[in-house]
C-alpha cells in the first residue's frame, strides 16, 4: 500500500481526470475552429453511419444464426427423409438405385453437396461423389462409438462450411446416411442484405446530411447576417440592422441586437449634441470671461480709476483752501466720492462672487441677489421663499446659487415674465429648487438642438455636477426649472 501511495495511484484520485482533460484538449480545439454548419453535419453523418454499421452488425449476426439455425433444421429433416426412403420396407437393397437417390437429392436441394449411404461395416455402398471416392475425413468424423447419433460437426471445405448430418437407417445391409449441406448461399444472402443495408445507410445519411445542410442553412443565415451586421456596426455604422428571418430564439436575438444598435445611436447622437453643446458653452465661456474681464478692466478705468484720481486731484486742492468753509466742502465731497469708490467696489465684488454666500449661507445671498435683481430689473416682482435649515456644502450652495442667478436672468431677458417665484426647500435629504415665471415660454427641446441654449446647459451642468438632476417644463403659461440636490 506504502509503494502504491508513493508512486501517487491511489494519492492522487484526480491525475486520471487530468490525463483525460489534457487528451482531448486537441479535439477541443479541432472542434472550435470548425464552424456551426460544420459541426452539425459531421454530427448528423457521424451518427447516420454509426447507427448503420451498428444496425449492419446487428442484422448480420441475427440473420446469420437464424439461417444456421434453418440451415441445422433442413437438413436434419433431409437427412431423417433420406434415410426412411432408403431404409423403406419392400425396397430392394440396391446401391446404384440409391446412388440415384442421393443424386436426386443433391441436385434437387441448392445447399446440398454431397450425400452417401454406409453399411453395417462403415463401408461406403453409395455417394455423389461420382468416379472419386468419398474422402476419407468424411468418413473419420463419426467414431464407431457415436455411430447413430445425430451430431453434425461443421467442417471446413475449399467453398466454405459445410454442416455434416447424419440419419440411421434402422433395416437391412445399410446403416446410416451422410448429408452434407453448405453455409456459402446463406453466406451470399447475408453479404447481399448487408451491402444493401449498407446502401439504406448511405441512402440515408446522405438524406440526413441534406437534411441537415438544409437546417444548418435555415440556422446558420440568420446568425451569418447578425455576424455581418455586428461587424457593420463595429466599423461604425450604426445604421445597419439585422434581417428579420423568422420569430424564433434567433430571430428575438435579432431583434433585441437591432434595439441596441438603436439605443447605440441615439446614445451617440445624445452624446454628439452634448459635445457640440460642451464645446459651443466653453466657446461661450470663454467669450463671457473675456467680457466680463473688460468690463471689470473698463469699470475700474472709468469708475475706480477716475475715483481715485479725483481723490488726488481733490486732496491736493485742500490745501489751496482760502477758508475753512471752503476746505469743509471739499472734504466733504471728497468723503462722498470716497464712500461712492467703496460701494461701487463692493457691486464689483458682489458681482463677481457675493460674500454673503460664503459668510451667511445660501438663504441670505439669494436675499441679497434677490434685492439687486429688482434694481436691475423694475418691472420684475420676485417671490423668494427659502427653507433650509441648516447651511449646505459650499459646492452645493454655490451651484444652486448660480443656477437660480441663471433662471432669474433668462426669465427677465427672454421670457417678458412680470412675476418670478423661487423656492428652495429641504426633505428627506434632498434639495429641492423651483424658478417658476408667467411668461411666454419656449420650447426646450428646439432650443437644445439648435446651439441656443448655453444657459440652460450650465444650469444643467452644474446640477449634474453635485449627483443632481435638472429638469424644464414650459408652455405658453410660463416656464419651470426644477432642480433637485441630493445632500
Known amino acids: 500500500m506504502d509503494a502504491l501511495e508513493s508512486t501517487g495511484t491511489l494519492s492522487d484520485p484526480s491525475a486520471g481526470a487530468t490525463r483525460f482533460e489534457s487528451g482531448i484538449q486537441p479535439i477541443r480545439r479541432m472542434a472550435g475552429r470548425l464552424g456551426v454548419r460544420a459541426k452539425i453535419l459531421g454530427i448528423v453523418l457521424g451518427l447516420a453511419v454509426m447507427l448503420?454499421?451498428?444496425?449492419?452488425?446487428?442484422?448480420?449476426?441475427?440473420?446469420?444464426?437464424?439461417l444456421v439455425d434453418e440451415l441445422d433444421a433442413v437438413?436434419?429433416?433431409?437427412?431423417?427423409?433420406?434415410a426412411s426412403r432408403v431404409g423403406e420396407p419392400g425396397r430392394p437393397n440396391d446401391s446404384d438405385a440409391v446412388a440415384v437417390m442421393l443424386d436426386a437429392i443433391v441436385m434437387n436441394h441448392p445447399d446440398a453437396i454431397y450425400a452417401f449411404v454406409l453399411d453395417?461395416?462403415?463401408?461406403?455402398?453409395?455417394?455423389?461423389?461420382?468416379?472419386?471416392?468419398?474422402?476419407?475425413?468424411?468418413?473419420?468424423?463419426?467414431p464407431s462409438t457415436t455411430v447413430g447419433d445425430h451430431g453434425h460437426p461443421r467442417l471446413d471445405f475449399v467453398t466454405g462450411n459445410v454442416h455434416d448430418y447424419q440419419a440411421v437407417i434402422a433395416d437391412g445391409q445399410f446403416s446410416s446416411v451422410r448429408l452434407g449441406l453448405s453455409e456459402e448461399r446463406l453466406a451470399d444472402t447475408v453479404e447481399r442484405i448487408s451491402r444493401r443495408m449498407l446502401l439504406i445507410t448511405v441512402l440515408v445519411g446522405s438524406i440526413g446530411v441534406a437534411a441537415a445542410s438544409l437546417l444548418t442553412w435555415l440556422l446558420t443565415r440568420p446568425i451569418l447576417d447578425l455576424v455581418h451586421t455586428t461587424d457593420e456596426v463595429g466599423a461604425g455604422d450604426l445604421s445597419a440592422r439585422a434581417t428579420r428571418l423568422a420569430d424564433d430564439e434567433i430571430g428575438s436575438l435579432?431583434?433585441?441586437?437591432?434595439?441596441?444598435?438603436?439605443?447605440l445611436e441615439v446614445n451617440r447622437e445624445t452624446i454628439a449634441e452634448s459635445e457640440a453643446t460642451r464645446a459651443n458653452l466653453v466657446e461661450k465661456l470663454i467669450d463671457a470671461q473675456e467680457d466680463e474681464r473688460r468690463r471689470i478692466a473698463r469699470d475700474l478705468h472709468d469708475t475706480i480709476g477716475q475715483a481715485i484720481s479725483s481723490l488726488m486731484v481733490g486732496m491736493a486742492s485742500l490745501d489751496r483752501a482760502s477758508s475753512d468753509r471752503e476746505f469743509a466742502d471739499k472734504r466733504n465731497e471728497l468723503q462722498q466720492l470716497a464712500k461712492e469708490t467703496i460701494d461701487e467696489v463692493r457691486q464689483m465684488g458682489r458681482q463677481l462672487r457675493p460674500s454673503a454666500l460664503d459668510d451667511l449661507g445660501l438663504a441670505a445671498a439669494l436675499d441679497h441677489y434677490t434685492h439687486d435683481f429688482t434694481v436691475l430689473h423694475p418691472h420684475v416682482s420676485v417671490d423668494l421663499h427659502v427653507d433650509l435649515p441648516n447651511r449646505l456644502a459650499p459646492p452645493v450652495e454655490t451651484n444652486l446659487y448660480r443656477i437660480v442667478?441663471?433662471?432669474?436672468?433668462?426669465?427677465?431677458?427672454?421670457?417678458?415674465?412680470?412675476?418670478?417665484?423661487?423656492?428652495?426647500?429641504?426633505?428627506?435629504?434632498?434639495?429641492?429648487?423651483?424658478?417658476e415665471d408667467d411668461g411666454h415660454g419656449f420650447d426646450p427641446v428646439s432650443t437644445r438642438k439648435n446651439g441656443h441654449?448655453?444657459?440652460?446647459?450650465?444650469?444643467?451642468?452644474?446640477?449634474?455636477?453635485?449627483?443632481g438632476r435638472m429638469?424644464?417644463?414650459?408652455g405658453r403659461d410660463g416656464t419651470t426649472v426644477f432642480v433637485v440636490v441630493p445632500v
Open 254 to 263: 435579432g431583434r433585441a441586437f437591432n434595439r441596441i444598435v438603436t439605443d
Open 52 to 66: 448503420g454499421l451498428v444496425a449492419t452488425w446487428q442484422a448480420r449476426a441475427v440473420m446469420a444464426k437464424d
Open 75 to 82: 437438413g436434419e429433416a433431409l437427412a431423417i427423409d433420406l
Open 453 to 467: 441654449s448655453v444657459g440652460i446647459h450650465a444650469m444643467k451642468e452644474r446640477a449634474e455636477l453635485v449627483g
Open 405 to 435: 442667478q441663471e433662471g432669474m436672468t433668462n426669465s427677465a431677458r427672454h421670457s417678458s415674465a412680470a412675476t418670478i417665484s423661487v423656492l428652495l426647500t429641504m426633505r428627506d435629504g434632498l434639495v429641492r429648487a423651483i424658478i
Open 120 to 142: 453395417r461395416d462403415g463401408a461406403v455402398l453409395a455417394h455423389t461423389f461420382g468416379a472419386e471416392s468419398v474422402p476419407a475425413e468424411l468418413l473419420d468424423i463419426y
Open 471 to 474: 429638469t424644464i417644463e414650459s
